[in-house]
Structure formats: structure tokens, C-alpha cells
């Protein structure tokens, strides 16, 4: 190994959106010719890309800041806890700098100060769709920053700030590179991916010559024709999310949403400062249902919020019974350091929120369970994970990466990551199901 050439090593924990920023922090690395370490001993520097969501999440980023400063003793922090005030510093002042979440550049500028460049960059050794932290065959798609809305439960605009939309030419360019150098998957995030293009006013960009406006539903027909899986994660309930569902019925999009109700009773959701009412949303997820019988749901929901009553939490029980959804993910409301929401009244006492989030997911494993009894007999496409020498292990339409279920294919020990095979299910159970090649 040369060792000349500085080395940078790279902690990166929180969301999806986080690794985002990861990826695009190590390519500018690799770009500039510094090599990635992957031990503390052997880096000259060491970054951590943190999370400050929730108190685990602060945790555990102070934590792993700690045990980068005992192992190197020079490291750089960026992420959204870097956003939180002085945290950071108060619990680690030996830090060398502290930076917000998408912050490349800044990031960039503090290595330089304390890391020079190595004076022979290699450029051309950094493949163009950059470095990516998930497997080959996927790839995360960041199509904005921030957020408008002011749900009262979450501290992200407080720390990323007002939705900010990348140009749509960007966007797609990334996508093509991914497409290119082999990706199979791709999946669309941001904070609200539905709201894409709206602070600038659904400008129209360029795409290979052609005129393209900033907005989901023209960025999903743009992104369904590079014939690759794409599907769309945090997608708000507005209005519009109406005109995403043909695509789905017609194969250009995965019939897959990711939607995050967070509740259905409408005094909560109030509080909460999130739209919708169950009425409406059931009536809208019928429709979705005629038009595209195949759409695959998945949402998010918050049990035991400030002052939700029992019959309250019924409600929302009804709602899911009624809703059918296929994925579900629920917390207990937890108060976050910042969050309007712990102002409120009422607060559930602990042991009555972990009590409604069982029920809650006892209804939807009954529910899940049935849903994907339905399965059994039919034959779905499978992108696959992983193989060994038990068989394939692949994931359909209906399962996102890390969050859903898997489909284990039992005849598949020859398969190759990153396959798309057909396969005609045999078993299901809660969450997975099983199949034999066709
Ligand atoms: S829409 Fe999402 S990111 Fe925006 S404030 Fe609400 S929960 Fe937070």
C-alpha cells in the first residue's frame, strides 16, 4: 500500500438519506484521490456521518464519534446531528470541525484544512455514478433535501431545513449512471418525495436534450422508461399522488407506495399537523385498488401520541382493518429533544403505548399474514439478495429492501445476486414467502 496517499476513514450511520450523503462524500474522497481506510489505525482521518432522529440515534452517533477519537483522534463530523446546536461539541470538543447534513462541500473543505490532497488526483479511477454503500444491484435515489411541512412529532425541517429539489436533469443523469453500471433497483427518497419540484415552482429542466418539469409524477414517467425497477418511498398523502397509480397499472413503476398515514383519527392528526382524514384516504386507497389491483401499500403510524384516548386509538385500529394495508411500521410516539409535540398535553403513560402498539401489530400480522396468502400459486418477478447454498434469497414488487418481507427461493443455490427471475410461490408466512423457479 502506498502510503503517501492520505487515507480517510468513514463511519456512516442513520437513514437512507444519510447514506445518500455518505455516497456522495466518499466519491468526492475517491475523486480527489484520498483512499478509504477501513481501520481506524490505517486512516489519517476519520469522518462520521451521524443521526440525531431520535435520543438511540444520538447515542449512538456520540458514541461512535467517541470511539473514532480513542482509535484515531482526528475526526469530522457531519450529519444531522451535526445540526443539533452545540451537542457535538459539548460531548466531544476534541472534534476537528462539525458540519449539518448534506454538507459535501463543507466536509470537503474541513478534510482539506486538516488532510491536504494528494497532489496527483485520481479522478479517472472513480467510476460515474460515484461510490455507492448499498449493493450493487440497488441504489438510493435523494431527489430533494428538506422539508415544508411541520409535522409536530419531527425535528428534520428544524435540522435539513425547507424542501430544496435537485435539478430533475441531475437526478436523472445519477439515474442513468446508476442504470449503467448495473443497478436493477432503484429507489426514490427524500423527506417528502411527493412535494419534488414545489420550491421551484415545478421548474422545467432538460434531460438528454429534452424539456422535463420538476415534479414526481414527469420524474416518474422519465425514470420508468430506463427499464429498471423504480420505486417511490415517502410519498405525503397529497392529491396528486393520484396521478403516479396508472403508471403503476401500466408497468412504467413499480405498483409500490410508500405513504405514511401516521394516524387516522382526525383530532390527532390535527395535532400531529399532518393532512387527511380516514374517509377520504380509505376512498382514495379504493380507487388506487380499481385502477391497479396489484398497488402494494406500506405506511407508517405513531400509537400512543399526546393525548390520543382509547377510543381514538380504536379509530386508527378500524381504519387499518379496513385499509388492508400490506406493510406496516409503528412506533410508540417517543419525544424527540425540540419536537413541538412534547408540549402537548396528555402525554400516554408508557405502558398503555406499548400495550396499543401490540395491538396494533398483532391486527396488521393477521392482516399481513392473509394478504400474502393470496400470493400463494401466482408468479412474480424476484430481484435476488443473496444466494448460498441453501438457495436464493429475493425480494418481489412488493418488498423494499431492508423494510418488507423476502421471497426464499428454494431452487436457487446457482442464482447470481442482482438476478431478476420468475418464480411461483409456494409458501407464505407473516412476513416472507417461498417459492420454486419457473
Ligand atoms: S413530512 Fe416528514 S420530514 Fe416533513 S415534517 Fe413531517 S414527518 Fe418531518
Known amino acids: 500500500m502506498n502510503n503517501s496517499i492520505p487515507k480517510v476513514g468513514f463511519v456512516s450511520l442513520g437513514c437512507p438519506k444519510a447514506t445518500v450523503d455518505s455516497e456522495h462524500i466518499l466519491t468526492r474522497l475517491r475523486a480527489e484521490g484520498y483512499l478509504i481506510s477501513a481501520s ?7 469522518v462520521v456521518n451521524t443521526c440525531g432522529f431520535i435520543d438511540s440515534a444520538v447515542e449512538e452517533s456520540l458514541d461512535a464519534i467517541g470511539e473514532a477519537l480513542a482509535e484515531n483522534g482526528k475526526v469530522i463530523v457531519t450529519g444531522c446531528l451535526g445540526a443539533k446546536g ?5 460531548a466531544h470538543p476534541r472534534v476537528l470541525a462539525v458540519t449539518g447534513p448534506h454538507a459535501t462541500d463543507e466536509v470537503m473543505e474541513a478534510v482539506h484544512l486538516h488532510l491536504p490532497k494528494p497532489h496527483d488526483p ?7 455514478q460515484g461510490i455507492r454503500l448499498t449493493p450493487k444491484h440497488y441504489a438510493y435515489l435523494k431527489i430533494s433535501e428538506g422539508c415544508n411541512h411541520r409535522c409536530t412529532f419531527c425535528i428534520i425541517p428544524s435540522m435539513r431545513g425547507d424542501l430544496v429539489s435537485r435539478p430533475v436533469g441531475d437526478v436523472m443523469l445519477e439515474a442513468e449512471n446508476l442504470v449503467n453500471a448495473g443497478v436493477k433497483e432503484l429507489l426514490v427518497i427524500s423527506q417528502d418525495t411527493s412535494a419534488y419540484g414545489v420550491d421551484v415552482k415545478y421548474r422545467t429542466g432538460f434531460w438528454g436534450g429534452k424539456p422535463l418539469r420538476t415534479r414526481m409524477t414527469e420524474l416518474a414517467v422519465a425514470l420508468g422508461t430506463l427499464g429498471v425497477w423504480v420505486r417511490l418511498h415517502y410519498v405525503y398523502p397529497y392529491p396528486h399522488v393520484d396521478e403516479v397509480i396508472p403508471l ?18 382526525q383530532r390527532i392528526l390535527k395535532l400531529m399537523k399532518r393532512p387527511g382524514n380516514s374517509e377520504g384516504v380509505l376512498a382514495r386507497i379504493k380507487q388506487w385498488r380499481e385502477i391497479c389491483p396489484e ?13 390520543e384516548t ?5 379509530e386508527l385500529l378500524d381504519f387499518i382493518e379496513e385499509a388492508q394495508l400490506d406493510r406496516v411500521g409503528a412506533f410508540a410516539y417517543s419525544p424527540v429533544e425540540g419536537a413541538v409535540a412534547n408540549d402537548l398535553p396528555d402525554h400516554v403513560p408508557p405502558e398503555v403505548q406499548q400495550e ?9 400480522e393477521e392482516i399481513s399474514e392473509e394478504r400474502l396468502k393470496l400470493k400463494i400459486g401466482k408468479t412474480l418477478t424476484v430481484l435476488v439478495d443473496e444466494v448460498d447454498e441453501e438457495g ?3 425480494r418481489s414488487f412488493a418488498d423494499a429492501p431492508e423494510i418488507d418481507g423476502q421471497v426464499y427461493i428454494n431452487d436457487g443455490q446457482h442464482l447470481k445476486v442482482g438476478d431478476l427471475v420468475k418464480v411461483v410461490i409456494t409458501d407464505s408466512d407473516t412476513h416472507d414467502l417461498w417459492g420454486d423457479l419457473v
Do not use: C
Open 40 to 46: 481506524y489505525q490505517d486512516a489519517n482521518l476519520v
Open 86 to 90: 452545540d451537542v457535538v461539541k459539548q
Open 122 to 128: 485520481y479522478t479517472d479511477l472513480v467510476p460515474p
Open 248 to 265: 403503476m397499472a401500466e408497468g412504467k413503476i413499480l405498483p409500490y407506495l410508500d405513504i405514511p398515514f401516521q394516524h387516522a383519527n
Open 295 to 307: 398497488l402494494t401499500l406500506r405506511s407508517t403510524f405513531i400509537v400512543g401520541f399526546p393525548g
Open 310 to 314: 382509547e377510543e381514538e386509538f380504536e
Open 356 to 364: 396499543r402498539l401490540a395491538r396494533l401489530m398483532w391486527l396488521q
Open 392 to 394: 436464493a434469497i429475493a
